[in-house]
């Protein structure tokens, strides 16, 4: 499966952008999803994941209560809805997609076997 990362760009400290990942090639809703995101100088760190239905969604501490996590199957889409930025979100944010039948969204980004190029989100103080 091949997925394209976009939504990406500048804003200001509390505002918000909306993330999308767009699959192709495979059927996307026998993924699970997940984003992730790497800072200058910082590894690559879990931010959500999404279960295959969509019934099941992780965040990790940072994010939780402000970044919403999504999927519509009959788009082959994932999305990550980010509410009240902070300039430490600041990063380039990689969707993935994992072919696994027996996890839910992992938040290890070894667990993953489909990478999208990135979109880069710099939120300014």
């Known amino acids: 499966v091949q997925l394209q990362a976009s939504g990406g760009g500048l804003v200001q400290a509390g505002g918000s952008l909306r993330l999308s990942c767009a699959a192709s090639g495979r059927t996307f809703s026998n993924y699970a999803g997940g984003w992730f995101r790497q800072a200058p100088g910082k590894e690559r760190a879990f931010v959500s994941s999404?279960?295959?239905?969509?019934?099941?969604?992780y965040y990790a501490a940072p994010v939780k209560g402000r970044f919403t996590i999504s999927r519509d199957n009959a788009k082959n889409t994932v999305y990550l809805q980010m509410n009240s930025l902070k300039p430490e979100d600041t990063a380039v944010y990689y969707c993935?997609?994992?072919?696994?039948?027996?996890?839910?969204?992992?938040?290890?980004?070894?667990?993953?076997?489909?990478w999208g190029q990135g979109t880069l989100v710099t939120v300014s103080s």
């Open positions: 993935a997609a994992d072919r696994s039948s027996i996890r839910y969204g992992s938040t290890n980004p070894r667990d993953y076997d489909y």
């Open positions: 999404i279960s295959r239905s969509g019934g099941i969604t």
